[in-house]
Structures are given as C-alpha cells and as structure tokens.
C-alpha cells in the first residue's frame, strides 16, 4: 500500500474515533444535566416548607403556586375572590392577607374606576395587587415581593398564575359534571 492511501485510512479512523468521543461526552453531559435538574426539583419539593423568610408565615403543601414565587423571588401569592375568601395560596394563613388587600384595592377603586393594578410599599417589601378574570370569576392577585415587579415580569407571573387557577377551577367544573346521587 502506499502512504496516501495509509494516511487516508488513518485520517478516517481518527475523525470516527474523535466523533465517537465528542458524542460520548455530550451525551454524558446530557445526562449529569438532566440527574442535576431532578436533584434541584426534589431538593426544592423538600425544601418548599422551610423556605419562608418570616418564621410566623407557614407554607401550604401545594407547589405550583410556590413555584411561582420561587422562580420569581417572590415571598407570597395570594388569590382571592370578590367577596375575599381565598381561591389559592402560598400560604396557610392568607385570609387576613387577602381580604386586607381586596379592601385595599376596592377603596381605591373608589376614587378610581379605571384601576388595572395596585402597588403599595410596605417597608421594604412591596404589595401588587392585581385583578384578574378565570372562568367568569372575579380574583383579585395579591402579590408580596422584595422588588419592585417589572411589567413583563408582571405579565408572565399573571399568566402562569392563571394556568393555575384554570387547574383549579377546571376540577370544580369535572365536579359539578358528575351525576352524583344522594
């Protein structure tokens, strides 16, 4: 054989062999990704009750709205209705906190017709309070943060509060679908 067609066989086997390797390691890479993000999620599901800033605030075991929160660095979320009975929480106790902020946002409201949010400083902490609209209902969000929201940040923390609402609601309405006989 001469040297060109030896080179050519090497050259080749090199490039596969270099190929193999690189795939190898993305794909290793994919995984330690993947086994680090089901680390970070279990780590937050048991993490989820102790994480309140405030020692006198107590968590709900539900996660999507926590979630949320976390993913914004927001301390609390609150929904309630017209009448300030709570719809869905990051807290156990947020009746006092949603019906303070529902009375909050109908005095304004007052003054004001044309009211699409609500901000309040309190302290350090900021207060947003936001009316919403699923399945013909009336909420009102009441959002407690360190910072000051960013409209998009708004925005998406609004629609994904919604997604969960929508959970919500869509179980009342399996409910009142089923022919229960009593």
Do not use: W
Request: charged fraction near 30%; charge should be negative.
């Amino acid at each position: 054989m001469n040297e060109g067609m030896l080179f050519l066989i090497l050259f080749i086997l090199g490039v596969t062999i270099g190929a193999g390797i690189y795939c190898y390691r993305e794909k290793e890479k994919r995984k330690t990704y993947k086994f680090i993000e089901m680390e970070i999620i279990e780590g937050l599901k048991e993490l989820k009750p102790y994480i309140a800033p405030d020692e006198n605030k107590e968590y709900t075991e539900e996660f999507d709205l926590v979630e949320i929160a976390l993913s914004h660095d927001i301390e609390d979320i609150v929904v309630v209705n017209d009448e300030g009975l709570v719809v869905a929480s990051t807290l156990k106790g947020g009746d006092d906190f949603g019906a303070i902020g529902l009375g909050i946002f109908e005095y304004i409201k007052k003054f004001h017709d044309n009211i699409k949010k609500v901000v309040i400083q309190k302290g350090d902490n900021y207060i947003h309070i936001y009316p919403l609209k699923c399945n013909n209902e009336n909420l009102y969000a009441i959002i407690e943060s360190k910072i000051m929201l960013e409209t998009i940040e708004e925005k998406e923390i609004l629609r994904k509060v919604n997604e969960v609402l929508k959970k919500y609601f869509g179980n009342v309405e399996n409910i009142k679908k089923e022919n229960i006989n009593f």
